[in-house]
């Protein structure tokens, strides 16, 4: 079974720009998360969804962040617009039921 | 105060050592608990998780709850170079609705040498 696909795997753009990143869960995973990573703030959720929901997105940093989830196996993490402080790898998970996270490879993300 | 505290290393063992491991948490209600490591560039993946009191053994690798202290724990015994890597402690808090919401340490930094 494939795990978690992100894209793009790297993303090197410009301040202002908008950036769209893209998660792919495991097939019959019912729950998604996103995650930011850094080095100043670890690993923090942003928001996550139960059932393409979104249950909570207290993490999501300000209204630059927006995230979707339109179908069961496709979720969007966009920023617009984007900053250099919002350079970072950024981790989708997915998981079934009570079961325990799989992360996918992660986006790592360079605003110029 | 943190939610989930590690302390960054980087801890050094030499190879065949018990590297061990630890967590403190803030919140008492915590009900799960997890270990994931994560090597440089790479995404975390799950080696262990407990959810009761006591130790809990899987190969080389133990991890330890104590509620009452609000500490868990990870015992890496033998250690091995390829052990090195960064180490996650990861809490379940109790106001997560069921949906395994995670709160993360900052990590503990091992580094095994031959």
């Known amino acids: 079974d494939a795990g978690v696909i992100q894209s793009p795997r790297h993303e090197v753009t410009e301040m202002g720009q908008e950036v769209t990143l893209r998660c792919k869960p495991i097939?019959?995973?019912?729950?998604l998360f996103w995650y930011r990573q850094t080095m100043m703030r670890g690993l923090e959720l942003l928001i996550y969804f139960n059932n393409n929901v979104p249950i909570d997105d207290s993490g999501m940093p300000e209204d630059r962040f927006s995230a979707k989830m339109p179908n069961a196996s496709f979720s969007t993490l966009k920023i617009q617009p984007s900053e250099p402080r919002d350079s970072a790898v950024y981790f989708c998970?997915?998981?079934?039921?009570?079961?325990?996270?799989?992360f996918g490879p992660g986006t790592r993300l360079l605003v110029l | 105060q943190k939610e989930v505290e590690q302390n960054s290393g980087p801890l050094s063992v030499p190879e065949g050592a018990i590297a061990s491991l630890n967590c403190t948490y803030s919140d008492r209600g915590s009900q799960s608990f997890f270990w994931y490591r994560q090597y440089s560039g790479k995404s975390p993946e799950l080696i262990m998780f407990i959810y009761s009191n006591g130790d809990k053994e899987d190969g080389r690798f133990t991890a330890q709850l104590n509620k009452a202290s609000q500490y868990v724990s990870l015992l890496i015994r033998d250690s091995q170079p390829s052990d090195s890597a960064t180490y996650l402690c990861a809490v379940n808090p109790m106001f997560s609705g069921g949906y395994n919401k995670l709160i993360f340490g900052a990590g503990t930094r091992l580094a095994v040498h031959p």
């Open positions: 097939s019959g995973h019912n729950s």
């Open positions: 998970a997915s998981k079934k039921g009570r079961e325990t996270q799989y």
